[in-house]
């Protein structure tokens, strides 16, 4: 007979572990508790005629063709947004990632995360309002509080990317009179920028939302102009605007995923 494979024992859970989701869990009843969720009179006969009544209002979306003009050229705006903030924002993540990782000492790594953390912490809408007094409205406003934001989004993941990458490649090449800068190109950085590069895509899906959104403060693309028809009751236009919306993230989601699932391959 063949001996039996004895499995490991499972570790048991920490005390602090044990408290953290007790924690949790009482959060999430005090938040149930506190709000004034009204749930029957969201579910009430006359809140659902009146959803139904408004719903109508945006069918047929308009297809005139000047109109679709328009939006062609308002969705190739929220486009541009949005990659050319995630493009800048993958630059100085990149940059401000190398402090934040601690390779330049202990100072500059928590100076450098109190930096990420701060423009991370301000949304995109906050960022656009504040730069739309000093650029003024259209789309250049949206582009940098997406570039801003997710600087210190991207940033911070760089920077736990590096931390977490193994350093036995690195430190041998080092030991081999390599320089540090040079050991870093050549072991480090080829090691982490597939899982750099899944970030940068994933965060590109989510800035084309926000650039849609943004036009609400008046940072040009498909949201200004979602913005200015509903402001006018123009339902049937504003209900091209929002299939454009879709139809642009639905591309952008499919495209961003088959690239991550070739690189990461």
Same mark, same amino acid.
């Given at each position: @007979? *063949?001996? &039996?494979?004895?499995?490991?024992?499972?570790? =048991?859970?920490?005390?602090?572990?044990?408290?953290?989701?007790?924690?949790?869990?009482?959060?999430?009843?005090?938040?149930?508790?506190?709000?004034?969720?009204?749930?029957?009179?969201?579910?009430?006969? /006359?809140?659902?005629?009146?959803?139904?009544?408004?719903?109508?209002?945006?069918?047929? +979306?308009? @297809?005139? !063709?000047?109109?679709?003009?328009?939006?062609?050229?308002?969705?190739?705006?929220?486009?541009? @947004? *949005?990659?050319?903030?995630?493009?800048?924002?993958?630059?100085?993540?990149?940059?401000?990632?190398?402090?934040?990782?601690?390779?330049?000492?202990?100072?500059?790594?928590?100076?450098?995360?109190?930096?990420?953390?701060?423009?991370?912490?301000?949304?995109?809408?906050?960022?656009?309002?504040?730069?739309?007094?000093?650029?003024?409205?259209?789309?250049?406003?949206? !582009?940098?509080?997406?570039?801003?934001?997710?600087?210190?989004?991207?940033?911070?993941?760089?920077? #736990? !990317?590096? /931390?977490?990458? +193994?350093?036995?490649?690195?430190? !041998?090449?080092?030991?081999?009179?390599?320089?540090?800068?040079?050991?870093?190109?050549?072991?480090?950085?080829?090691?982490?920028? +597939? &899982?750099?590069?899944?970030?940068?895509?994933?965060?590109?899906?989510?800035?084309?939302?926000?650039?849609?959104?943004?036009?609400?403060?008046?940072?040009?693309?498909?949201?200004?102009?979602?913005?200015?028809?509903?402001?006018?009751? &123009?339902?049937? &236009?504003?209900? %091209?605007?929002?299939?454009?919306?879709?139809?642009?993230?639905?591309?952008? #989601?499919?495209?961003?995923?088959?690239?991550? =699932?070739?690189? %990461?391959?």
């Amino acid at each position: @007979m *063949s001996d &039996q494979i004895s499995l490991p024992v499972a570790p =048991r859970m920490r005390t602090s572990t044990k408290a953290l989701l007790i924690g949790i869990v009482l959060l999430v009843i005090a938040s149930f508790v506190s709000l004034s969720l009204k749930w029957q009179a969201f579910f009430s006969k /006359e809140a659902i005629d009146t959803t139904i009544e408004f719903l109508r209002g945006f069918s047929p +979306p308009e @297809m005139a !063709t000047p109109f679709l003009a328009r939006i062609a050229e308002a969705t190739l705006e929220t486009l541009a @947004m *949005s990659a050319i903030g995630t493009l800048l924002a993958a630059l100085f993540g990149m940059l401000l990632c190398l402090f934040a990782s601690g390779r330049f000492g202990l100072a500059l790594r928590l100076i450098t995360r109190g930096i990420l953390n701060v423009l991370r912490s301000i949304p995109e809408l906050v960022w656009a309002a504040i730069l739309l007094i000093a650029a003024g409205l259209g789309p250049f406003a949206g !582009t940098l509080a997406l570039a801003i934001h997710t600087t210190g989004v991207l940033g911070r993941l760089f920077a #736990d !990317t590096l /931390e977490n990458c +193994p350093p036995h490649s690195e430190d !041998t090449l080092r030991l081999n009179g390599v320089r540090p800068s040079a050991a870093f190109l050549y072991a480090t950085l080829p090691h982490c920028s +597939p &899982q750099m590069m899944s970030y940068v895509l994933y965060r590109w899906e989510n800035n084309i939302r926000a650039a849609a959104i943004l036009g609400v403060v008046g940072a040009g693309g498909l949201g200004q102009m979602l913005k200015y028809h509903l402001s006018l009751f &123009q339902m049937h &236009q504003a209900a %091209t605007v929002i299939i454009a919306m879709l139809l642009l993230v639905c591309v952008v #989601d499919a495209t961003s995923f088959a690239l991550r =699932r070739k690189m %990461t391959r």
